[in-house]
């Protein structure tokens, strides 16, 4: 079945440091690649998405390229900020089939001033 | 701009005694999730609908009935609640048009706890 594989967290940063969240996928056919966010206290929120390889879903600074080569979609930001701490999930649509999301077990991000 | 309201946000129960968790949107959303997050385990689909008077089963079924009766309204159902069911239950709802597209609003969750 499908599953996505997040790297296990915490992960814990200074202000302005690089970020890379990894994440790999194990699906049939084409899916559909997604970052959520989740913020202390809150649901989950789209941050960004790509559809085919190739492509890089980008926001609020954050990028992820979806490598069909090595079923990855790694997140990355180039300066991180205080407000950026949360939980991120990667999640996979699979292209044909039941149409809900399959998450990671999620990252927690926490940085400090 | 309510969105995805979910009631209760949270809940302590016995073991054996049933609830129900309430999840009304006000987008004209066709489909509606609930699902569970444990920690360590991400976010795992209890149950969907594509649309009023369906259901069908998601991941993690067993132990939970759903009924969709108005198309802004997902109940979830415990009939007879077990301390595996301690956990966060979240419910989404996803526009027209663009099902397949993977763009979820959120609730903010419900905090079940069973004793």
């Known amino acids: 079945g499908d599953s996505v594989t997040q790297m296990e967290g915490p992960v814990t940063l200074s202000e302005e440091a690089f970020l890379t969240i990894n994440c790999t996928y194990t699906a049939t056919g084409y899916p559909s690649l997604f970052w959520y966010v989740q913020y202390p206290g809150e649901g989950l929120q789209l941050l960004l998405k790509?559809?085919?390889?190739?492509d890089k879903g980008s926001n609020k600074g954050f990028e992820a390229t979806y490598r069909k080569e090595t079923t990855s979609f790694h997140l990355e930001k180039g300066s991180v900020q205080v407000s950026d701490s949360a939980v991120y999930f990667c999640a996979l649509l699979r292209g044909t089939g039941r149409r809900a999301l399959t998450f990671g077990s999620g990252t927690r991000l926490q940085v400090q001033p | 701009n309510a969105g995805v309201t979910q009631t209760p946000k949270f809940r302590v129960l016995k073991t054996g005694q049933s609830m129900t968790l309430l999840c009304a949107q006000d987008?004209?959303?066709?489909?509606m999730y609930w699902y569970r997050q444990d920690p360590g385990m991400g976010l795992r689909l209890i149950h969907y609908?594509?649309?009023?008077?369906?259901?069908a089963k998601g991941e993690v079924p067993d132990g939970y009935n759903v009924s969709r009766l108005k198309k802004q309204n997902f109940l979830l159902g415990l009939e007879s609640a077990a301390p595996s069911q301690t956990s966060v239950y979240f419910c989404a709802s996803s526009p027209p048009g663009t099902r397949n597209t993977g763009e979820l609003f959120f609730g903010e969750g419900s905090r079940l706890t069973v004793l």
């Open positions: 609908s594509v649309g009023e008077g369906t259901t």
């Open positions: 987008m004209n959303h066709e489909y």
């Open positions: 790509a559809t085919k390889a190739d």
